[in-house]
């Protein structure tokens, strides 16, 4: 194992407070790398009395020195980084190709990704509409596996060609959106004017990113590898269909950087202290309840990247212990335990019953028709959101944190207690070089 790398991946449904840890993680790491996904993730990071909300650039950017990658995996769409880049500018965040570099090989979202994202949607049925963020990911993926309908990144440095390729592709799509969905034509003017722009802006940051990185790792630098959303919303391993278009385990890193498997390094899971999930889709553990309801009140429990508000539950130790087996897990990042506090009692999903029987391993095949089973922990009330050790934790909260280890089997290297940077309480944690 590469022991100066990191990886940090959801276990759950997304929304596991990634942009914390992975801030945390990046002053101790030389380039921060996405690999999967795209502007579908939203990852919040608070640095004293500023919130930084990030969808597509990795949250390496807060901090000095670090080189920033968007990896050949992702769906890369080029308004959105822009956009991005002027709001971080704004705030006086500077990028060029000194800490920021884009894969050639990552697939651009177009315009006509996002349109079919919704169309799409709005055509399916109830029950079978999956929520999407409407960002053109599962399109845009699809494109890539289709091939002659897609463009990458790199192509963005020719840009009489790049216009060439989007006036062709543009004709074929109005051909499908016209047919399927009574669409009226796009405009491919209007597109090619934009994405001349983009290339203008973006070019500099081009790379082959792959090279840079398998470089990196001969020459021992610190990585740390980004996933968005979680494990559950994986397209192989999630619960599916109800899933993203990309491979966002930790068994997406080697394909989605393009390095090794040997080099992904520490893998580091991180889990919320409950359960949430947006979008359609099975969630054993849901309270559509009053206590789903003070989660979601009290975890400001609504998407970073739709607002909308979050399905919320007991956390689900069997899903967890799934995700954490497939993706090779070393260690767990607990966020949001702060948000327990003041709850009687605790629950913690142990298994399910399916159809009569008892299961205790998590099957995203059957999991529509799981009912949990529980057991009941002590709840604490006191405010947690100082505490700066496990020692200054109450011993209900205590209890809760050994329980999470021991029924998911791995230990927990980190624990959050609050949004803030200085909220978090370093536990048992294999990485290195942390203060
Ligand atoms: P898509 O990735 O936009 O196609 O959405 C597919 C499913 O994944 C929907 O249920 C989304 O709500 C969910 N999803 C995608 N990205 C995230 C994320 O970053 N956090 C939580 N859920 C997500």
């Known amino acids: 194992m590469n022991s100066s790398n990191v990886t940090v991946i959801g276990l759950q449904w997304g929304d596991e407070g990634k942009g914390k840890i992975v801030d945390a993680l990046a002053g101790v790491s ?16 608070e640095v004293g009395d500023q919130k930084y909300a990030l969808h597509l650039i990795p949250c390496g950017v807060l901090t000095e020195g670090v080189t920033n990658v968007v990896g050949n995996g992702v ?29 050639a090989n990552a697939h651009m979202v177009m ?5 079919e994202d919704i169309l799409s949607e709005k055509a399916l049925a109830d029950g079978k509409k999956i ?58 003017d209007g597109i090619i004017a934009d994405y001349i722009e983009y290339a203008r802006s973006l070019g500099p940051l081009i790379a082959n990113t792959g090279a840079i990185l398998r470089q990196a790792i001969t020459d021992g630098e610190a990585i740390l590898f980004e996933g968005g959303q979680g494990s559950m919303l994986d397209i192989d ?3 599916y269909p109800f899933v993203t278009s990309s491979p966002v385990t930790a068994c997406g890193v080697p394909t989605g950087a393009g390095i090794a498997p040997s080099a992904i390094g520490i893998v580091v899971g991180l889990i919320k202290a409950y359960t949430t999930r947006v979008g359609a889709g099975p969630f054993p553990s849901e309270q559509d309840n009053q206590t789903g309801e003070y989660l979601r009140e009290k975890g400001h429990e609504y998407g970073t990247t739709t607002g909308r508000p979050r399905r919320c539950g007991w956390f689900d130790a069997t899903a967890v212990r799934y995700a954490a087996d497939i993706s090779g897990v070393d260690e767990l990042a607990l966020s949001l335990l702060d948000v327990l506090s003041g709850l009687d009692e605790l629950k913690i999903c142990t298994g399910y019953i399916v159809d009569g029987e008892k299961m205790t391993q998590f099957d995203p095949a059957v999991m529509d028709r799981a009912e949990c089973v529980y057991e009941t922990l002590p709840g604490w009330s006191q405010d947690i959101t100082a505490c ?11 209890n809760y944190v050994d329980t999470v280890e021991r029924i998911v089997g791995r230990t927990i290297g980190f624990i959050s207690v609050g949004p803030e940077r200085t909220q978090t309480i370093f536990h048992n944690t294999k990485v290195k070089g942390l203060k």
């Open 111 to 115: 315009p006509w990704h996002k349109t």
């Open 388 to 398: 700066k050790t496990y020692d200054e934790l109450p011993e209900a909260a205590r």
């Open 30 to 45: 030389k380039y921060v790398v996405r690999f999967c996904g795209g502007a579908n993730a939203g990852h919040t990071v």
């Open 237 to 239: 391993h999630g619960t």
């Open 75 to 103: 769906a890369f769409d080029p308004a959105v980084a822009c956009e991005e880049i002027a709001g971080l500018e704004a705030r006086g965040i500077m990028l060029g190709p000194d800490n920021m570099i884009v894969s």
């Open 131 to 188: 929520g999407t963020t409407a960002r053109g990911i599962g399109p845009c993926y699809a494109d890539k596996a289709r091939r002659s309908t897609a463009i990458r990144t790199g192509e963005l440095l020719d840009t009489e060609k790049l216009s060439a390729r989007i006036r062709e592709i543009a004709a074929i799509k109005n051909k499908y959106f016209q047919a399927l969905y009574d669409q009226a034509p796009l405009d491919a």
